[in-house]
């Protein structure tokens, strides 16, 4: 079983749309965790949930806007995509904390490509 | 100036070696993070350290609090341990900086 997943695993999009990345952990986990990959390879954090509960929110666009249903789940809804969001975006989990002071697993990424 | 710097940007060793892969740091830290990027895109975290060292099979840890400074060294290398290696700094438990990476190649 796959304990952190992602989906989707590819995609790809017209500037102006606007999509969502849902992210699922199987791992009993408090805290998630949104990350950002640029073509450099550059990693960045951008948001992470404790119990639902925003924790860490750096500054990125308001465009990009996280949801947690619950505890298990942290979507990532991005409106009014451009082209700079091309990225690789990680999702990720950790027992918790909801301050990166843990071991964390990671999801296998979702390739995002704004055309 | 990048807050975590780490070095050398890529290596290339042969199999067997011993490798040592160096994170400097300008701020002090709450926590640091080792992280291994294969070459497939996937990443795993390797080690979460705040003080001493940490030995996991064939990979060791260590970090020196006072000279903001982390290594980790990799004994008896195998091929199968090229991938990127990232190294990260958690700051005030809420500023969470990255290294830009170490490519390691590891040649039978």
């Known amino acids: 079983d796959t304990a952190v997943s992602q989906t989707p695993k590819y995609l790809v999009t017209q500037m102006g749309n606007d999509k969502s990345i849902k992210c699922e952990q199987n791992?009993?986990?408090?805290?998630m965790y949104w990350y950002k990959q640029d073509s450099k390879k550059f990693l960045k954090i951008m948001f992470s949930?404790?119990?639902?509960?925003?924790?860490i929110n750096e500054t990125v666009p308001n465009r990009f806007s996280p949801k947690s249903p619950d505890k298990a789940h942290l979507n990532l809804h991005i409106n009014s995509l451009e082209l700079g969001d091309s990225a690789v975006y990680f999702c990720?989990?950790?027992?918790?904390?909801?301050?990166?002071?843990?071991?964390?697993?990671f999801g296998p990424g979702t390739r995002l490509l704004v055309l | 100036k990048n807050e975590v710097e780490q070095s050398p940007q890529n290596l290339t060793a042969q199999e067997g070696e011993f490798i040592t892969i160096n994170c400097s740091y300008s701020v002090g830290i709450s926590a640091l993070h080792w992280l291994q990027q294969h070459p497939g895109g996937g990443i795993v975290s390797l080690f979460m350290l705040s003080s001493g060292k940490k030995k996991h099979g064939r990979l060791i840890a260590t970090i020196n609090i006072q000279e903001k400074h982390s290594s980790l060294h990799i004994t008896a290398s195998h091929p199968r341990d090229s991938a990127v290696y990232i190294c990260?700094?958690?700051?005030?438990?809420?500023?969470?900086?990255f290294g830009s990476g170490t490519k390691l190649n590891v040649k039978p």
């Open positions: 949930y404790n119990n639902k509960e925003l924790i």
């Open positions: 791992l009993g986990h408090d805290t």
């Open positions: 990720a989990s950790s027992l918790t904390s909801g301050r990166a002071s843990e071991t964390q697993y």
């Open positions: 990260a700094v958690l700051y005030n438990f809420n500023k969470f900086y």
